[in-house]
């Protein structure tokens, strides 16, 4: 079992930076592949980017590619989201989700685990 906690959300204007934090507990962390997904009022939740556990391999939606970095923290069990140039269209709450999938993997369906998510708004 791995609890996911997500915070950093908060209200920003277009162009301002804002970073997210998920905390993980339970399963070990270093070894399980970490994503954040999107979910805009009246839309599916979306992929935005994934982290193999050791770091080494990242991937990014395009909708966000050269504009948002995903990294982790093996030591503090934390995956964080750097979100740069935001946009009002980034306006969503965002999701950590872990995913036990032997390989990279960008869809709902792979995650095994959940955050509450945290809401970020991008006023323009």
């Known amino acids: 079992q791995v609890q996911l906690v997500e915070t950093g959300g908060g209200l920003v204007q277009t162009g301002d930076s804002l970073r997210l934090s998920c905390a993980a507990s339970?399963?070990?962390?270093?070894?399980?592949?970490m994503a954040w997904f999107r979910q805009a009022p009246g839309k599916e939740r979306e992929f935005v980017a994934t982290?193999?556990?050791?770091?080494?391999?990242?991937y990014v939606a395009d909708s966000v590619k050269g504009r948002f970095t995903i990294s982790r923290d093996n030591a503090k069990n934390t995956v964080y989201l750097q979100m740069n140039s935001l946009k009002p269209e980034d306006t969503a709450v965002y999701y950590c989700?872990?995913?036990?999938?032997?390989?990279?993997?960008?869809?709902?369906?792979?995650?095994?685990?959940w955050g509450k998510g945290t809401l970020v708004t991008v006023s323009s």
């Open positions: 989700a872990a995913s036990t999938w032997p390989t990279t993997a960008t869809t709902m369906n792979l995650m095994d685990y």
């Open positions: 339970g399963r070990t962390f270093s070894t399980t592949n």
């Open positions: 982290i193999r556990w050791s770091g080494g391999s990242t």
